[in-house]
């Protein structure tokens, strides 16, 4: 079964889009912060990560940063997503280490579909 680490501090987010990914196989752990993701990420080793950037304490961008850097988490997919919408936003997620950006409220199919681009040599949940 395919694991997706989810960042993000918004419970309702974190319900809504965790109970979509369950219904399509996928495990999902969740971190309520920066900090919290990547030291989850290090000890679950996700296939993939959901990163929020507007999160409490460390946010998603500097922690995309510190994943990338780190050799262990390296490899991990993240997906950058954002209510922020600001021209350059998408561009700023990828310079921070991101493999995609995605927008918030998330169409759901345009995710499955970057999560299956991402995750392609791997096999299906």
């Known amino acids: 079964m ?5 960042v993000e501090d918004n419970e309702d987010n974190v319900y809504m889009l965790s109970q979509r990914l369950k219904k399509h196989g996928f495990e999902v752990i969740v971190a ?23 999160l409490p304490s ?14 262990e988490t390296r490899p991990i997919p993240v997906i950058a997503l954002s209510a922020h919408t600001m021209p350059g936003d998408r561009e700023r997620a990828l310079a ?12 759901f ?8 681009y991402l995750l392609q040599d791997r096999p299906p949940p």
């Open 2 to 6: 395919i694991r997706i680490l989810y």
């Open 96 to 107: 921070a280490g991101c493999d995609e950006y995605d927008t918030k409220p998330v169409e």
């Open 109 to 116: 199919e345009r995710l499955l579909a970057k999560i299956a």
């Open 58 to 71: 460390l946010d998603g961008w500097g922690a995309a940063r510190l994943l990338k850097e780190a050799p």
């Open 32 to 54: 309520s912060d920066g900090e919290q993701g990547i030291e989850m990420a290090r000890r679950e080793k996700p296939d993939l990560i959901l990163m929020d950037l507007g």
